[in-house]
């Protein structure tokens, strides 16, 4: 039997190509339907029977060994962005304005190689893989939607592992972080309701403007007086919207904004003073805000037996000097609701080749360095194989 990495690279030429099929095919947040069948034609031929559907387009197979041993979830997201592809490549995206801007085409082809790089050596597996093909992480979706429609139902995980490719870093580099990673995402809309009249008598309205100005003034204090300055977060106001002329007080104005912490308790008490700082602003100056919270995705956090299993996998295969400690970012990634149903790592591998591969993710010129799929395939492939040894090794 070839080791897991060479296992990897002789399926590279079909990794690519699938990624290739992918990627002429893009397909945004939960309209994964041809990306669906296509996973799923693939598991099926290896033997799986996978459930579709689940969460609107997502697809879980669980891979049994047939012997007793613990379960590991394997996690790959499959969903494009509406970015009109700029690229001219023959792989060229064939559907206007859809495109995989992210890599996720990558990690649903590298996913389809690893589960038959496993089914490929059961004798030397025991216990269960869950293959786990997420639509809409994009939108920090898809994770939620899976689980509400029972993506887990008699699948007691015990692990879990993902990866996300990475233009920033060049092929070769793994780059994984000990703990909190990346970070909780949450967004918001205040609106800020006042009494519309003429600019010229402004004692007779309520001036919502004014009320968002000394708003968007008092959120940051939350962060730069309330916040533990060893701890992390940012609260950005990202949209203004008010008023349509130059001598028209509004009625209201409308502000978007997000929060992105790593601490579940930083989260829960930023949340609570960005209402009650919304509340209290308003209520000084006579106006009523209503408040609009979009839960976002918790923060992604990394067990640390499992980040050093992957750090010690990643060393052999791509040498332990490009092993690197990844940053913590502020992004966000729903990999944390499944993180939170079993412990393990969610890791970065680097996808930089030339100058080809160097645009930032969800740029219209994004690709990747295929090189780093069979990569990517051996590294998850191996992690699992551990925590699923018959015999160590
Ligand atoms: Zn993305
Ligand atoms: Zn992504």
């Not at 990627?23 to 996973?39: D, K, S």
């Not at 592809?85 to 649903?108: F, L």
């Not at 996913?111 to 216990?127: I, K, M, N, Q, S």
């Not at 009494?195 to 309520?206: D, I, S």
């Amino acid at each position: 039997m070839p080791t897991i990495h060479e296992h990897a690279q002789a399926l590279a030429d079909q990794t690519v190509a699938l990624r290739r099929d992918l990627h002429r095919h893009p397909e945004i947040a939960f309209e994964e339907v041809r990306t669906m069948g296509v996973v799923a034609d693939r598991l099926r031929a290896l033997g799986l029977e996978p459930r579709t559907g689940v969460g609107k387009t997502g697809v879980v197979a669980v891979w049994d060994s047939g012997r007793p041993g613990p379960t590991v979830l394997a996690r790959a997201d499959m969903d494009a962005l509406p970015v009109p592809e700029e690229k001219d490549v023959p792989y060229r995206s064939q559907r206007d304005g859809w495109m995989h801007a992210c890599g996720h085409d990558g990690h649903t082809a590298v996913l389809l190689t690893v589960a038959e790089v496993l089914v490929a050596r059961a004798d030397e597996l025991r216990g269960r893989v869950a293959f786990v093909f997420q639509p809409a992480e994009e939108i920090v979706r898809g994770a939620e939607a899976m689980l509400a429609d029972g993506a887990l139902d008699g699948i007691d995980a015990d692990h879990a592992i993902g990866l996300h490719l990475a233009s920033e870093h060049p092929t070769g580099v793994v780059a994984v972080r000990e703990g909190p990673s990346m970070a909780a995402t949450d967004s918001f809309r205040l609106t800020l309701h006042g009494r519309g009249g003429h600019a010229a008598k402004p004692n007779e309205a309520v001036d919502p403007i004014l009320v968002a100005s000394h708003l968007v003034l008092a959120l940051q204090a939350l962060v730069a007086r309330e916040t533990d300055p060893v701890d992390q977060a940012v609260i950005s106001i990202t949209s203004v919207h008010g008023g349509t002329a130059f001598n028209i007080i509004p009625e209201a104005v409308e502000l978007m904004g997000t929060l992105r912490t790593f601490d579940a308790a930083t989260r829960a008490t930023l949340r609570r003073r960005i209402h009650e700082v919304a509340d209290g602003i308003a209520a000084t100056f006579r106006a009523a805000v209503t408040p609009d919270w979009i839960e976002g995705s918790p923060a992604v956090v990394n067990d640390a037996a499992a980040t050093a299993r992957l750090r010690a996998v990643a060393a052999r295969v791509v040498g332990a000097d490009k092993v690197i400690a990844s940053a913590q970012i502020m992004g966000g990634d729903d990999m944390a609701l499944w993180l939170q149903r079993a412990p393990g790592c969610y890791f970065f591998v680097g996808s930089r080749g030339g100058e080809a591969s160097g645009w930032p993710h969800h740029h219209p010129r994004f690709d990747l360095d295929e090189a780093a799929l069979p990569l990517g395939a051996a590294l998850l492939a191996d992690v699992a194989r551990r925590w699923l040894a018959v015999q160590d090794g």
